[in-house]
């Protein structure tokens, strides 16, 4: 939220703040939430009165994606940061990406726990990348710098590895839940995305899809032949976590089988062959994402 105007992020729609709420018409409407821009507002009042510097004040500034798209003002925040002249830098991720700040005294993670709330199985992986690469701005000068990771799971094993800076742990922890849950590397994956602009239009379309899988899996199975099938297993069809981008819905059904999993290309190329959905794979209402980075 910025200037009295709702902005998505993901699909660049905007519309004004409403004045009234939308469900039951109360005009009790108040921003909620520890967005960055909130943040920046109550470390402001926080340092109101507090002097660090011949002006008299703390000097604070906030760096995101907003601010970082004009590369001039990006650019001299860090700029400033370099040269000492930023008491408090507030940002987003973009603070991790090899930016090297000189005494760099306290690092604060707030609500590190939405780094590992992702519905996703390399949530933990990356959140532990993050927290590395953010940890390590601190104590790059002549004195030791402090972390402060703010959480509601201190026992976490992420959160302890991430704290001890246990690579290897954390490494060994990771590849133990997955082996247990059958996620890379112990198994391959095919995520297969449908999008469409009508909702029921594309509920219709991955339950077929779902249908015409386990049809070919239970032919396979069924017959005579090699069992290209057998080890196959089908998650879904769901919608996505993120389940609307720029005005197109998104479901995935997710394809599994343990390595090499040759079964798996198989039984794509059966897919996208197949009368009844190669229109939709050559449209690209569905999509066949090979070893997914990411399941979003």
Do not use: W
């Amino acid at each position: 939220m910025n200037a009295g105007s709702l902005k998505c992020h993901y699909c660049g729609y905007t519309e004004d703040v409403p004045k009234l709420c939308p469900e039951c018409g109360m005009d009790a409407i108040e921003p909620f939430g520890i967005g960055v821009q909130k943040l920046e507002d109550g470390v402001k009042n926080l340092f109101r009165n507090a002097d660090n510097n011949t002006d008299g004040r703390v000097r604070i500034e906030r760096i995101d994606s907003d601010i970082a798209k004009s590369k001039k003002a990006g650019s001299e925040i860090f700029k400033k940061m370099r040269a000492k002249e930023i008491d408090i830098l507030i940002g987003t991720q973009i603070i991790t990406k090899g930016h090297d700040f000189p005494d760099v005294g306290l690092v604060a993670v707030i609500l590190a726990d939405s780094l590992l709330n992702i519905p996703d199985f390399r949530s933990a992986e990356k959140a532990f990348q993050i927290l590395t690469q953010v940890l390590g701005r601190a104590g790059r000068g002549e004195d030791r710098g402090k972390i402060a990771i703010q959480t509601f799971i201190p026992d976490n094993y992420l959160l302890q590895f991430t704290a001890s800076h246990d690579t290897k742990g954390f490494y060994e922890k990771e590849l133990e839940i997955r082996k247990e849950y059958g996620y890379p590397p112990y198994a391959k994956l095919i995520a297969l995305k449908l999008i469409d602009k009508n909702i029921e239009t594309l509920k219709e379309t991955a339950s077929n899809l779902r249908k015409i899988i386990d049809g070919i899996i239970e032919a396979d199975i069924n017959s005579g032949n090699f069992h290209f099938a057998k080890n196959i297993s089908v998650l879904g069809p769901s919608p996505c976590p993120i389940e609307k981008i720029k005005n197109n819905f998104r479901y995935q059904l997710i394809l599994k089988a343990p390595p090499p999993a040759a079964g798996l290309h198989r039984l794509l190329d059966m897919l996208r062959e197949d009368g009844r959905l190669s229109k939709k794979f050559s449209s690209g209402k569905i999509a066949a994402d090979v070893d997914p980075d990411v399941l979003m």
